[in-house]
């Protein structure tokens, strides 16, 4: 590890603090602490790029690992770093080739006249997705035809909600699959936008919003008591999507009582899910990540199961900690959304830029591994290899169809593969990081900053987001105070503020408004 500078000392009692200045650049820096006694304690760092760096590169890669039409979504999910890669850094050459290969699949996977799923309608939750994807389509290229299918599409899946509000595949519980209020709540809020004045899409906002309504409120009901696909175990997604189903609703909702009553139910699914959330691992590579066993061998084909943390549906939770942040205001929420989110895009070489799956956390493991195979253009071979403590690559690159226009089956035939899943966390990134800001002013007066630098002059709280896409700053003020913000668009900022408010010319964020 190389360092400019080293600063440590004493806090309290039994509590030192150290700071360091990293001389190398981006990349894992490793920290280590001898006591008198000759005890050793010993801790990883990363220092990252910019976020926007991350959300550029996941658009490059989900093109280098092209998306599949197939059966399971995690197959096609990298549209969604290609749709909001477009959105705020437009590429001619780039999105072009990706819409190419989005308009190849799309009508394989559903009917574009009625928004019918075709590829493996029993699996739901590919649904959402889906009309989450298009609604992120219309918001960067504004085709209001993007929107119309995916209220059909949302159509389609309502017509999978049974009496008791769930979204189910006949008796299976799947609105803790991925999440399908959240995704309609993501429709809805488009869709409010243009109900002022267009009786059909009051009408389209009405029926989606009234859906989610059920859908939330079976959840609050049941809480954890509630079985989805596979085993039967404290999933970390089936915890995880519902406690920020439930956050988000809570933001959403305008009446006290019901947004009490939501907070404490996403609180309690939030507590419960801590037993799965590596929260005090000092190893910044799976720091805040959630554990997950089985994923390995539906998404890169390896027949070992292993400790997949991070893993694309690390990301599941990152959302829920930044609505529970703005309806407590308490740090550690954003603490932990922040760093969920720097454990996960991890996954991205920081050097060469090339994506990862996964982390493996399993200290040695006896398998196999896919890999390409030399000898042929699609698919690979298995080489033994002892694997631990590593990232895991995709597969992808080499395992695809050798007709695009054909619905994939399963997790390994004809080129399928899961491994795809891992662009949640850059749909993650954009909700809750790139184009936002956060100003917290704390019990002693201090400021705490995330994604911009603030400093008290005079009185004055003076605030620079750190990117030019930065276009929204939130604050948490103790007391009242003028704050001047100037943002890389050139845009100013003057008032006097106090409270917890977004600021800025993004406003408060589209799918929260």
């Known amino acids: 590890m190389k360092v400019e500078e080293i600063r440590s000392g004493l806090i309290k009692k039994n509590s030192y603090e150290l700071n360091f200045l990293p001389k190398g650049g981006i990349g894992l820096y490793t920290v280590k602490a001898r006591n008198k006694s000759g005890r050793i304690t010993e801790a990883s760092i990363y220092v990252r790029h910019p976020w926007s760096w991350y959300l550029k590169q996941a658009r490059k890669e989900a093109i280098r690992c092209p998306q599949k039409a197939a059966g399971c979504c995690e197959n096609w999910l990298g549209h969604f770093s290609v749709m909001l890669a477009k959105r705020y850094f437009p590429d001619a050459t780039l999105d072009a080739e990706a819409e190419k290969n989005f308009h190849t699949i799309l009508p394989v996977l559903h009917d574009l006249e009625n928004g019918y799923q075709i590829g493996n309608p029993e699996r739901i939750q590919n649904s959402y997705y889906m009309f989450s994807l298009l609604t992120d389509s219309y918001r960067a290229t504004g085709n209001i035809k993007d929107l119309e299918l995916a209220s059909k599409v949302a159509d389609w899946l ?29 429709l809805a809020a488009a869709e409010k936008e243009l109900a002022e ?23 609050e009901r049941s809480l954890d008591n509630i079985q989805t696909e596979g085993q039967m ?64 061998q539906y998404d890169v084909l390896i027949p070992s199961n292993m400790m997949n943390s991070p893993h694309g549906w690390t990301a599941w939770r990152i959302p829920g ?46 398998t196999s591994v896919y890999k390409k195979n030399p000898k042929t253009v699609h698919g690979g071979v298995y080489v033994p290899e002892v694997m631990g403590e590593q990232y895991i690559e995709m597969i992808s690159d080499f395992h695809k169809p050798k007709d695009f226009n054909k619905l994939l089956h399963g997790y390994s035939a004809d080129g399928s593969s899961c491994d795809n899943d891992v662009h949640e966390i850059f749909k993650a990134l954009e909700e809750v990081a790139l184009c936002s800001a956060y100003v917290i002013e704390r019990e002693d007066g201090t400021l705490s900053t995330y994604n911009c630098k603030a400093k008290k002059v005079e009185g004055t709280i003076n605030i620079i987001p750190a990117e030019e896409v930065v276009s929204r700053i939130h604050l948490n003020l103790k007391k009242k105070h003028e704050v001047n913000v100037k943002f890389g668009s050139g845009v100013k900022v003057s008032g006097s503020y106090s409270g917890m408010q977004w600021i800025g010319p993004g406003g408060v964020p589209e799918d929260l408004r």
């Not at 189910?168 to 309609?184: D, L, W």
């Not at 389209?204 to 009234?210: C, E, L």
């Open 158 to 186: 309502i017509m999978h909600q049974a009496a008791d509000g769930a979204y189910r595949n006949g008796n299976i519980h799947y609105t803790c699959v991925a999440y399908g209020v959240k995704s309609m709540l993501e």
């Open 197 to 219: 004045n267009n009786k059909i899409w009051e009408e389209r906002y009405n029926k989606h919003y009234k859906s989610a309504k059920a859908a939330i409120n079976e959840l």
């Open 233 to 296: 175990t404290y999933e970390d997604g089936m915890i995880g999507c519902s406690a920020t189903q439930l956050a988000m609703w809570a933001l959403w909702a305008k009446n006290a009582r019901e947004r009490a009553k939501f907070l404490k139910a996403a609180t309690y699914m939030f507590n419960g899910h801590r037993c799965l959330d590596q929260m005090i691992v000092p190893d910044c590579r799976y720091h805040e990540g959630s554990l997950r066993f089985w994923e390995a």
């Open 321 to 366: 900690y930044y609505y529970m942040y703005q309806l407590t205001g308490e740090e550690e929420w954003l603490r932990r959304t922040m760093n969920s989110l720097g454990s996960c895009v991890q996954l991205i070489d920081g050097k060469n830029g090339r994506l990862r799956h996964s982390f493996a956390q399993d200290p040695y493991i006896e």
